[in-house]
């Protein structure tokens, strides 16, 4: 049975965690967020789960570190700044090999910044962002639907892989209400066993869960195991999609809002025979290298002719990782603004427009 | 068909309420849809604002830079957003609270909303009045369509207020002739 509601993407957000089986909520209120923290107040308490409302944020995330070492699937949300705060806690569940969620629905940056919507924690969330040598999984809705199916994937692949899951929406993404069909498309998983919970343990050995490995040689086999699975996530769980790529002179990358905003350009460039493609990451780490891989290796007929122009709401962040996907087989161009500035239709289509001349 | 339109008020006159409403309705008859609030630092005696875009087709941005119609209840709300209005744009205007004094060939239709609401016994219901008037001139949602979303979003303390919601958008769409 599907409904359809008018919905905005935090509730959404928020209502994918639920529909996923999340029973743990904290957080610490921030703009444009603060309708998943509202929604989860009222909702977990229905869905017999837990809402607090931390005292900071620090405190929220290290509240989720135990939710998630106690074995139920936890989250927290926060925006550009918040996230910064909890990023030691994010450091220490990647440590601990806990799996959670963490929404970021981001905001202009630096600093306190603003309010607008933005994309600048591009490299916070794909390149660690806390200390140590680790990664989180990095999922990137487009749209109020996405944004709610994504979740039941987060908890699922943060559970899988033992890995704290980040969930990088925009300030557009989280404010704007758009129709949402609430039978879950993607097919939750129930949350597994988890062997290595702290769960009391009467009639059997403790578990042990920690990110402190002192004794000489055990921290470099511990970041080895580490790598591995980050290895087999890269191998495995990379999701795009692609767009009228087989032809195109000019693809267009973009994610999160500003996929939305190419996806439009790109087909009104259609509408006037430009040969325009997009190719829209869903998740941002790992990155789905293998597409551009397949588009740029030497030998076939479209090799050096193709252009990527990466269009962002920040000055240059998930450009870099296109150029390190393309290593040099093709020219990647870049179009982005920052500070609340969102690069518009009109823009994106006058840069194909030069570019494909 | 895409139609953008712009609506902007002072706070607590409904301007987000009315572009849910719109949104809802038009979600309904199967079009795409996004209602985009200002969320920003707004100010008591302030304008507030919602983007609607409605479409047949995927919606890209649900910012609007160029609209197709702007709802204005107030003055504030009219100079902040006119010159976002397209060259051939629609202006809905309440004449109550705004002067028009607008470019050439730019369409306004102005009425008293506020006081037309006041007649009605309930000042607050200007928003559906001018929500009346806008969907007498474009015709993109049905008016029942607009009546049910009213009485179905209306929660239990706020029940007694669907029939004046209700008859207020009649009102308003009765007044383009």
Known sequence: MSNKILISGNEAMAEGAIQAGCAFYAGYPITPQNEIPAYMASRMPEAGGVFIQAESELAAINMVFGASAAGVRAMTSSSGPGISLKQEGISYLAGAELPAVIVNVMRGGPGLGNIAPSQADYFQATRSGGHGDYHCLVLAPASVQEAYDLMPLAFELADKYRSPAIVLADGVLGQMMEPLVTSPRHKVTKSPEKPWALTGCKDRPANIVKSFYIREGDLERFNLLLQKKYKAIQDKEARYEGLNLEDAGVILVAYGTMARIAKSGMLKLRQKGKRAGLIRPITLWPFPQKVFQRLTVHGKQYTKRIIFLVVEMSYGQMVED?????????????????????????????????LIR | MTEKIIIAGFGGQGVMLLGKVLAEAAMREGRFVTWFPAY????????????????????GSPYIGQADTLIALNGPSLEKFKSRLEAKGLLILNSSLARAGLDKGLKAVEHPFTEIASGLGNIRVANMIALGAFLSLKNIVGLESVEKVISDIAP??????IAINQKALREGARLNG
């Open chain 2, 156 to 161: 239990e303390d706020k029940k007694g207020l």
């Open chain 1, 322 to 354: 296109v150029k390190l996907a393309v290593d040099g087989r093709a020219k990647v161009e870049f179009l982005g603004r920052s500070g609340g500035g969102i690069p518009t239709e009109n823009d994106v289509i006058k840069a194909v427009s030069r």
């Open chain 2, 40 to 59: 920003g630092a707004e100010v008591r005696g302030g304008t507030a604002h919602c983007m609607v875009i409605i479409s047949d087709q995927e919606i």
